[in-house]
């Protein structure tokens, strides 16, 4: 299973996508995409649909254009709700220490992370970002000793 991760342009100003990534690197997720992207407003309306009528829409634009975000697809089992749980909450403020979130934000917008909430949002979301060729499957030896046998993709 696949997800997307966008570093928002508070973790690229703060110089914490490395230690973000370690994170999920450290979990087992495994990186099969990554690029800096500039946004534009009708990618953020793209990226975020359910948002555009809310009043603070402007605000989250304004936000995500205003730096480079860097585009991220990571795999695994779970890999939705896994990275999910390592972020944490959207709130910083109500994120538990330990989280992406509890130990590096205090906001709902400026929260570094953008991260799909289902597998199907994954989907639809890479796609925003990435093309299928842009996406790089690899195997890894550690997989066989982070996943059990029925666990692990048949090409292991």
């Known amino acids: 299973m696949r997800t997307l991760v966008l570093f928002k342009p508070d973790a690229l100003q703060r110089g914490l996508v490395g230690s973000v990534m370690a994170r999920f690197e450290r979990k087992g997720l495994k990186l099969v995409g990554l ?12 990226l975020y649909p359910h948002l555009v009528e809310k009043p603070f829409f402007p605000e ?17 089992p779970e890999s939705v709700s896994t990275v999910r749980s390592l972020c944490g909450p959207t709130n910083g403020r109500e994120a538990p220490p330990g989280t992406v979130r509890g130990d590096f934000s205090s906001s ?9 909430e289902s597998p199907e949002a994954a989907e639809r979301e890479i796609r925003i970002f990435f093309d299928e060729s842009e996406i790089v499957s690899w195997e890894r030896d550690l997989e066989k ?12």
């Open 35 to 46: 690029k800096l992207v500039r946004l534009d407003e009708a990618s953020v309306r793209e």
């Open 108 to 116: 709902v917008m400026c929260n570094l992370v953008h991260a799909s």
């Open 60 to 76: 989250i634009v304004e936000f995500m254009t205003s730096a480079p975000v860097v585009a991220s697809v990571w795999e695994g």
């Open 145 to 156: 000793s982070l996943l059990s046998l029925r666990e692990r993709p048949k090409s292991l």
